[in-house]
């Protein structure tokens, strides 16, 4: 019967593939050697990988001075750059929790890259709440544990305290769903090794999985709860990490909007990273035939969607400022459009608002160039709208005297580069030695998909 | 029967076996299971493994214990320990300072043997209890590493009996012999230079002071025939007139001023009125931003000014018109309506300035009232026209030797002088310097004097007013007092603290000591540090005054005798000769009109080598770290400098031309500089003084030049384009208000018709159902917290008033609060990356043009009020931590390392600090500074703090600071900690006042109160209840610990429009 | 003494429709193995719903309780502090502030208890060596397991097997 509902409904996966195909076509980077392309990729990042090492090495070994930071302005690359990836990271919970509620079938090319992504963002995130401390040897001070100090705990009022639980709660979370799902891959996987290495290290990845039917039951119950808790925890996490500034009393970050407005944000970068990353690994990796235009214009229609939310966000932001008639609060938003970082903001404007509504148009839509551009157009924009918040509003706060000007030096462009870095090296490692692709899951609609395609074969006839 | 039981020990005892009888003998029957060390195996000589086991784990744990001992760290030593020593309790000695520039009398704190901190000595009728920026620091420049360590001789060091020796015999081999001093105001020292003239006929007293008031003296020579300064009494005096005079800061005994001026300006319950204050002048001064209305005058007009305000108040001079003759106009009339009340003073060294204004002071009855001519200030003596004698003297080969004490002509004299030439030409030069400067390098002994701190000596600034110099710590280096020496070479070899001693015995001992003990007298002087003998001094022979104003002084002791303070001084010259000097008045050349200054920070730069003083933000502009030319935007603009603004640190460099000297300088935009005048500060740009003083700044005293026989401020200069860029670091990059009621501001008609004028808190409505109120912040609160245990301050309160009238924006808090709690110097680099360390900071604010008009609704522009006026209105906030009782920044920290102590004190624990700077960001204050490197014991910053003798000012009871923590001000928690203590072994109460901030005690005019909350007597607690009274920010509830009160200006509203019109006269 | 044989198909509806003919002609199935989940295999085979869930949801509460415990200890009981003014001596007036992360550890202790459970129950666990009939059943086979409590019948189980859709009948190892 779902042949006959889905008679409207385009194809997911595209050539008449059997269920050997797939797990042919998804297991084939993994067991052949990697090509010149990927090699090159990792390179590039590995070098990346190297600048962020030195440059935070440097950082920890000599004082946080040499970053630009001054007694005004005490975050600004650091935590935008944070804010920048947890927000990348929720696109994979996203997909995958969120869209198997709502039993998107689509989703399932694409969950196990998206979840990936989301776990090395939220690892890179990490890396800047560690290396933003003054003395990051004591990051475990954070954590609620006895310690020697009679016994001093942490202040449960404070947002960091909260974000402690949030990102370690959402990075663990999030890597316990991933790697349940691996888990019948690597078993398929362990079963096609030829190699001594692989049987032994995909043996030991899949936990001795059989896949009898018991398993799947219980696999599946618990991929739906994990999908039950990870959905609130997904807007959990970016609402915590809006309420370190929403909960302040700094004119522009003590705002109420802040919550669902960070979520969306997150959603809508998110979202262009999943493009960013899938459009670069079906060519690498060949998986044109799973990671469909279909999967891309779906992905865009999200960011449309998102960015527009943003956009409100931003109009509102504003009315309020003027509509609540206080002094400071106007003065930081009108400071943002007309003071000394104007360009900041107006990038931001400019990529978040008015670049995603290109999509309105199924032309662009489905192009695979204009989808890549926009989306590296929306990362770019969504980390100024964190640079936005920071730094515009701290530089010029209260009382004027203290209002300064901060510039970046070059150990905090490096870190960042750096970070980017360490993303993408986790990614192609990831990319070489994991199925890319939830092909065990995938395999529950090639059936209805090969006769959704005959059919849609025959009317062109 | 009697007992002849048996017991017996087993079968063996019983039937008497061999062996057991045998081995019965022994103490143990049986061989003991003693193996330890493997007893029979060592015999063999072989370890078997369960020994072998033994030894390993013997030796393991020795060694790994050995590991564990701790390092030895040293204790203070002492075998015998001296009784007035106890470790951890400070001791207290009066002492004076002085260093040939600055006089304050001081106590100083002895932690341990260890000189940490200088306070004012609220004994003294002369400084009061007051400091100066540069007096605080003055602890820090005894510990100068760049201070030499015994006498040198030609460039090596050398012994003293050698250096005696040879100087010695350089003296007796005749020709004329030249002291030259900078003033000198100890009676001994004075008694010991005449004994070394005596000695040596030949000889010669010159007294030279870097910044001259030659004059002023001269002037006063020609109208009373005195060549000495008066003291003046800005208490008594309800308008005050300077012309370029910045007495509040620099001007001869700026200290003592600044008390005065203070208790004129503030206002109370019982005080409603307050001193008009109306300063002429080219620089934007200290003085100057503190006016009630402000002049702008290039230097030339201020003299025209002197000759116009004469001729107002019936001087019966014939006055050139001035761009600001109708002010003028109202000011002479402001003066004559204050008879008797008023005073005028003048910063200019030209002689016939001063005269006129000693006529204008005449003229309103000054003389007797606010001046007392008979009670002369002896802290400035210089006789510019000697000096010059002098050098013409040295530069024709007549000085056979020249004996310089607390001065560095080639430092700072002018360079046309040609100092340094006509110095080769000198024999013999020796020199008392406590460094290699510039002079002394010069020299071929150098024999250097005592730090202030490790002197005897005694003081006396003013006529009758004594006091004494004692040593608070054993000569750090092998040093003796210049006096010692000059004695020494007269062949005295009584040391200087019995001479002194003697000499006191002999002198004040003789008026004052009647019915007591010399013994007793003296341990009392040395307690109280000073003495007043009835406003005259005791007997000539210590009048601390060199021999030829001693003349003058005999000369005139008959008339001063039976002068009283009210009498009539000696006559004024007639009008006659007014209009002539009125023409002798210097005329302004062409170009800019340069006029240099004094910086509150580095004054003469003789401290330039203090990282504290480099490191003190200039009151005005906020700058650190080097001296510029200071310039009015409106000129900038037409020269297309760039203007800095948007918190640019970039400024134009600029070839400066003046009496043939050019220097490359950064021009700084500098609002209230009358147009078409520059300032450039002195002290600067020394090359000799030591790491922190060498290449920063340009001196500029080589562009002085001879004026009518004085040293002359001011000349006219020549600006190029621009040259280059040149990084400025300023603590505060951005200048106007924006609009915002950071500082509560009103006139004094409006505060003596509505106490709470300018100083209404803003009300929001809470709307609940039908009915609505009005709250103020403070009111609306979320939880009521007071009500919860551990919110409320059941003991103590702590907070702290700051009186914004009184505050005058001097600095010396700022450099206290240094001394006090180890606040790093971070060095030009960082204060430009805006990374000072300052726990206090005095924001400063000009008024804008923009500014939205009171009571005026029209939209406010943002981008225009970012510009200060031309000639706007300044305001000076000195901000801390505000102690919020709901502090944003206790909330967010997520280790709970700062939070609040039921005394209220808003409490940092740095080793508790993780360093996430969330805190600072949350501060509405902005008052949280991080510690971005490790500042001691780091190369990167080699100052004070990496240095073994710098470390010695540290204070013990506050933590140096590391690297990757908050820190901000604990209301100097350690001091609260020892008054409570202190409290609590006597059994009792604190008293109000007992406790002190270091901002609060240096502070000259009190304008910082520090109390408790709780004690409903407290002086805090009457300010807490001042209509005036106002907590900064206070529309976002963080309910502040610190009050400050409204500042009131003696002026009308219009005094910024009439400043404005000024302007465009100028224009 | 009993033996077990494996029946292997290729195609997830075929799976479906025969296994209860097998059962109701006897056949004993005791396990299938799937390359991917099979919706209603659990049904045919009258597998019980698991109780996963129900774990799960106890995990839920324990973490929220300790959450809350732990913040009333540290925050009220333990070691009150006057922290930005904020009524730290009063639970219930603090509440807001715990409301974050007693959810976190809410969800925490609900993913992570139910997946361990899950990796218990199923003996999925690292170093496990699986038990692999035949290597496609992960790849595109569907592998039923039946129990042989009679040998003498295997011949017969393989016929009704292989007609009943199987593409082959094989042993362990074979």
């Known amino acids: 019967m779902e042949v006959h509902d889905s008679k409207l409904r385009e194809p997911l996966i595209l050539g008449d593939k059997s269920l050997h195909d797939i797990t042919e076509d998804v297991c084939r980077p993994i067991e052949s050697k990697p090509n010149r392309m990927w090699w090159i990729a990792f390179i590039i990042s590995a070098c990346g990988l190297l600048w962020w090492i030195i440059s935070d090495s440097y950082t920890i070994g000599t004082g946080l001075g040499r970053w630009g930071l001054n007694k005004t302005v005490g975050w600004a690359w650091d935590i935008t750059n944070f804010v920048w990836w947890v927000g990348i990271g929720h696109a994979g919970t996203l997909i995958s929790a969120i869209l198997l509620l709502f039993r998107q079938k689509w989703r399932l090319s694409i969950n196990r890259a998206a979840e990936a992504m989301t776990i090395f963002a939220v690892i890179c995130a990490a890396t800047f709440i560690i290396s933003h401390m003054g003395r990051p040897w004591l990051v475990y001070w954070p954590i609620p544990l006895p310690n020697q100090f009679g016994s001093l705990w942490v202040n449960f009022n404070s947002p960091l305290v909260w974000d402690v639980f949030a990102i370690s709660t959402y990075f663990s979370v999030s890597l316990v769903f991933w790697y349940s799902g691996l888990i019948p891959d690597f078993a398929a996987v362990r079963d096609r090794a030829t190699t001594k290495g692989r049987k032994f290290w995909y043996g030991l990845l899949s936990f001795g999985w059989v896949g009898s039917a018991k398993n799947w039951q219980r696999f599946e119950e618990v991929s739906l709860v994990l999908a039950g808790v990870s959905t609130p925890l997904v807007l959990s996490v970016h609402t915590i990490v809006s309420m370190d500034f929403a909960t302040s009393v700094i004119p522009g970050w003590h705002t109420t909007i802040f919550p669902p407005y960070f979520v969306a944000g997150a959603i809508f970068s998110g979202f262009a990273m999943v493009q960013t990353l899938l459009i670069i690994t079906r060519k690498v990796l060949s998986l044109e035939d799973y990671i469909t235009i279909y999967h891309i214009d779906m992905m865009n229609r999200v960011i449309l969607i998102t960015g527009s939310i943003v956009g409100i966000a931003y109009i509102t932001e504003f009315f309020i400022a003027w509509y609540s008639g206080v002094e400071y609060e106007s003065y930081a938003f009108l400071n943002r459009m007309t003071g000394p970082y104007w360009w900041a903001y107006w990038s931001m404007m400019t990529c978040n608002v008015i670049t995603p509504q290109l999509f309105w148009s199924s032309k662009i839509r489905t192009s695979l160039a204009a989808t890549f551009i926009i989306s590296i157009f929306v990362n770019i924009g969504m980390w100024f709208e964190r640079f936005v918040i920071i730094v515009t509003s701290l530089h010029r706060d209260y009382l004027p005297s203290s209002w300064t000007m901060y510039s970046p030096t070059w150990v905090e462009v490096g870190i960042f580069i750096g970070s980017i870095g360490l993303f993408f090296t986790l990614f192609l490692l990831f990319a070489k030695f994991f199925p890319v692709i939830a092909f065990s899951e995938l395999k529950t609609i090639v059936k209805s998909n090969n006769l959704l395609q005959k059919r849609g074969g025959q009317h062109h006839e | ?1067 | 003494m009993s033996k077990l044989i494996f029946g292997i198909f290729s195609d997830e509806d075929v799976l479906l429709h025969n296994i209860r003919p097998l059962k109701q002609n006897g056949v004993k199935i005791t396990n299938v193995y799937t390359p991917y989940p099979v919706h209603g295999l659990d049904k045919v085979l009258g597998l019980k719903r698991t109780r996963i869930s129900i774990c799960a949801f106890i995990y839920g509460i324990t973490g929220m309780c300790l959450a809350l415990l732990m913040m009333w200890y540290m925050m009220i009981s333990d070691w009150p502090m006057d922290v930005g003014g904020k009524p730290n001596f009063s639970f219930y007036k603090n509440l807001p502030a715990f409301i974050p992360v007693t959810f976190e550890s809410t969800v925490l202790c609900t993913a992570h208890g139910m997946v361990i459970t899950f990796f218990l129950r199923s003996k999925i666990l690292p170093g496990v060596t699986a038990f692999v009939p035949d290597k496609r059943m992960t790849d595109d086979k569907f592998v039923v397991q039946v129990e042989l409590t009679d040998l003498s019948k295997e011949a017969e189980v393989t016929a009704m097997l292989m007609q009943h859709g199987a593409t082959e009948v094989k042993e362990y190892g074979k």
């Open chain 2, 1 to 1067: 029967m009697g007992n002849n039981k048996k017991y017996w020990k087993g079968l063996a005892d019983l039937n008497n076996d061999p062996d057991f009888i045998k081995s019965a003998q022994n103490e143990f029957a049986e061989e003991l299971p003693i193996n330890f060390l493997g007893k029979d195996s060592r015999a063999e000589g072989s370890t078997p493994r369960r020994d072998f086991l033994k030894f390993l784990g013997f030796s393991v744990t020795a060694a790994s214990l050995a590991a564990c001992e701790t390092p030895v760290r040293k204790v203070i030593p002492y075998v015998i320990k001296p009784e007035d020593i106890t470790p951890g309790i400070p001791n207290w000695y009066a002492t004076s300072y002085y260093d040939g520039h600055d006089y304050a009398s001081i106590l100083v704190k002895n932690r341990d043997g260890r000189p940490i901190k200088i306070e004012g000595n609220k004994n003294s009728t002369v400084t009061r209890g007051g400091t100066s920026a540069r007096v605080q620091a003055a602890v820090l420049s005894l510990y100068d590493s760049a201070r030499i360590s015994g006498p040198i001789a030609k460039g090596s060091p050398s012994s003293w009996s050698t250096a005696d020796k040879d100087i010695a015999a350089g003296l007796a081999s005749g020709g004329n012999i030249r002291l030259l001093t900078s003033t000198i105001i100890s009676p001994s020292s004075m008694k010991a230079i005449q004994e070394f003239t005596a000695k040596y006929p030949t000889a010669k007293h010159v007294v030279y002071d870097a910044i001259s008031y030659s004059g002023m003296l001269d002037a006063n020579k020609a109208s009373f025939g005195k060549r000495v300064i008066p003291t003046y009494n800005f208490e008594k005096a309800s308008i005050i007139v300077s012309l370029g005079a910045d007495f509040l800061a620099n001007w001869i005994s700026p200290i003592e001023h600044a008390a005065q001026y203070a208790v004129t300006r503030k206002l109370g319950a019982g005080k409603k009125d307050m001193s008009r204050h109306i300063q002429i002048e080219t620089n934007l001064t200290v003085t100057g931003s503190n006016a009630d209305l402000r002049i702008p005058a290039k230097p030339s007009e201020i003299g025209q000014a002197a000759v116009s305000l004469l001729a107002a108040v019936g001087g019966g001079v014939s006055a050139k018109s001035l761009p600001f003759d109708d002010k003028l106009k109202t000011v002479a009339k402001e003066l004559l309506e204050n008879k008797g009340k008023a005073i005028v003073v003048c910063g200019s060294n030209d002689v016939n300035v001063q005269i006129l204004v000693n006529s204008i002071n005449q003229a309103l009855g000054s003389y007797g009232t606010t001046i007392n001519i008979d009670k002369p200030n002896y802290l400035k003596q210089g006789n510019d026209a000697d000096v010059v004698a002098l050098v013409n003297e040295m530069k024709s080969g007549n000085v056979q030797t020249l004996i310089m004490h607390q001065v560095n002509p080639s430092y700072t004299l002018p360079a046309a002088l040609g100092f340094d030439e006509a110095l080769k030409k000198v024999k013999l030069k020796v020199s008392f310097a406590d460094r290699a400067d510039e002079t002394a390098s010069q020299c071929d002994y150098i024999c250097p004097d005592h730090h202030i701190l490790e002197s005897w000596g005694d003081a006396m600034p003013v006529e009758g007013s004594y006091s004494l110099i004692q040593p608070v710590i054993f000569p750090l280096f092998n040093t003796r007092s210049a006096e010692e020496s000059l004695l020494k070479w007269s062949g005295n070899d009584t040391d200087y603290q019995s001479y002194v001693k003697k000499n006191w015995q002999d002198g004040i001992f003789a008026q004052k000591g009647a019915g007591s003990s010399f013994n007793d007298f003296w341990s009392k002087c040395l307690f109280d540090g000073v003495i007043d003998t009835d406003g005259k001094a005791v007997a000539a022979s210590v009048a601390p005054v060199a021999a030829e104003v001693n003349a003058d002084s005999k000369k005139t002791e008959s008339s001063a005798a039976d002068a009283s303070i009210a009498a009539a001084p000696a006559p004024v010259a007639n009008a006659q000769d007014l209009n002539a000097v009125a023409s002798n008045i210097p005329k302004a050349g062409n170009g800019y009109e340069l006029s240099l200054y004094e910086k509150t920070g580095l004054g003469n730069g003789v401290q330039a080598n203090n990282p504290w003083l480099q490191e003190l933000p200039d009151p005005i502009s906020k700058v650190t770290w080097d001296n510029y030319i200071t310039m009015n935007p409106r000129d900038m603009r037409e020269k297309g400098y760039n203007l800095m603004e948007r918190a640019d640190r970039n400024a134009t460099l600029v070839d400066v031309t003046a009496n043939g000297i050019t220097l490359a300088l950064p021009v700084y935009p500098s609002p209230g500089q009358a147009i078409g005048t520059i300032g450039i500060a002195l002290g600067y740009g020394r090359t000799k003084a030591g790491k922190a003083a060498n290449e920063v700044g340009q001196n500029v005293y080589p562009i002085t030049s001879v004026v009518n026989n004085t040293f002359s401020y001011v000349s006219s200069a020549a600006l190029s384009d621009a040259k280059g860029e040149f990084l400025i670091a300023a603590t505060q990059t951005h200048h106007t208000m924006m609009g915002r009621t950071v500082v509560h501001e009103t006139t004094l008609d409006a505060y003596q018709k509505d106490a709470k004028a300018g100083n209404h808190t803003e009300k929001f409505k809470l709307q609940l159902g039908q009915h609505h109120t009005e709250h103020t912040a403070t009111e609306l609160d979320l939880w009521a917290t007071e009500k919860y245990p551990g919110h409320d301050k059941p003991i103590h309160f702590w907070g702290m008033a700051i009186d914004l009238n009184a505050c005058i924006g001097c600095g010396a808090c700022v450099i206290s609060c240094n001394a006090e709690n180890n606040v790093p110097v971070v060095g030009k680099a960082e204060v430009a990356m805006a990374r000072d360390m300052h726990w206090i900071r005095i924001d400063r604010y000009f008024s804008s043009d923009a500014d939205p008009k009171e009571g005026s609704h029209e939209g406010k522009n943002y981008t225009e009020m970012e510009n200060p006026s031309d000639y706007p209105q300044v305001v000076f906030q000195p901000v801390m931590c505000m102690h919020c009782n709901h502090a944003p920044c206790e909330t967010v920290c997520p280790v709970a390392a700062t939070m609040h102590s039921s005394d209220g004190l808003n409490q940092m624990a740095y080793n508790r600090c993780v360093g996430t700077r969330y805190c600072a960001n949350n501060c509405p204050y902005k008052v949280r500074r991080f510690n971005w490197f490790k500042y001691s014991d780091n190369a990167e910053f080699d100052f004070n703090m990496n240095d073994d003798l710098g470390k010695m000012v540290l204070n013990p009871d506050v933590v140096v600071r590391s690297r990757g923590v908050m820190e901000k001000c604990s209301m100097c928690v350690q001091r609260i900690q020892e008054g409570k203590l202190n409290a609590k072994k006597d059994g009792r109460k604190i008293v109000d006042g007992e406790i002190q901030t270091a901002c609060a005690q240096a502070c000259p005019t009190n304008a910082i109160t520090f109390g408790d909350y709780n004690d409903k007597e407290s002086q805090l607690s009457k300010l807490n209840e001042d209509e005036r009274m106002y907590h900064l920010l206070e529309e976002i509830n963080t309910q502040p610990s610190v009050l400050y009160l409204t500042k009131v200006r003696n002026a009308e509203e219009t005094a910024t429009d009439g400043v404005a019109a000024a302007s465009k006269q100028h224009a």
